[in-house]
Nanobody, 115 residues
Framework: QVQVVESGGGLVQPGGSLRLSCAAS????????AGWYREAPGKQRELVAI???????TYHDSVKGRFTISRDNAKNTVDLQMNSVKPEDTSVYYC?????????WGQGTQVTVSS
């Protein structure tokens, strides 16, 4: 079993920055893809950014140039640096970690962008 815990959410003003962190733990495992997703009220969960084990990353068009995903394979962590945030970035952010054929999710962390 794999446990996933996110941290770093909160309230930030438009144009500001925030860093989300995610740590996976549990039985010995290898994380394949690891990414960040978000789910706003009344909307479906969408991919924000994802990174393969080899370091290849993909971003949602709306965050390109503003958000940066990074990971540490030795520590099983994946972070999301959010810069120049906008009100439309307000959402619950979830970390998704792929182990074999299963994606494990954290409990989510709220990000609110407001002045």
């Amino acid at each position: 079993q794999v446990q996933v815990v996110e941290s770093g959410g909160g309230l930030v003003q438009p144009g500001g920055s925030l860093r989300l962190s995610c740590a996976a733990s549990g039985s010995p495992f290898i994380v394949n893809n690891a990414g960040w997703y978000r789910e706003a009220p009344g909307k479906q969960r969408e991919l924000v950014a994802i990174m393969t084990r080899d370091g290849y990353s993909t971003y949602h068009d709306s965050v390109k140039g503003r958000f940066t995903i990074s990971r540490d394979n030795a520590k099983n962590t994946v972070d999301l640096q959010m810069n120049s945030v906008k009100p439309e970035d307000t959402s619950v952010y979830y970390c998704g970690v792929g182990v074999r054929a299963t994606t494990y999710w954290g409990q989510g962390t709220q990000v609110t962008v407001s002045s």
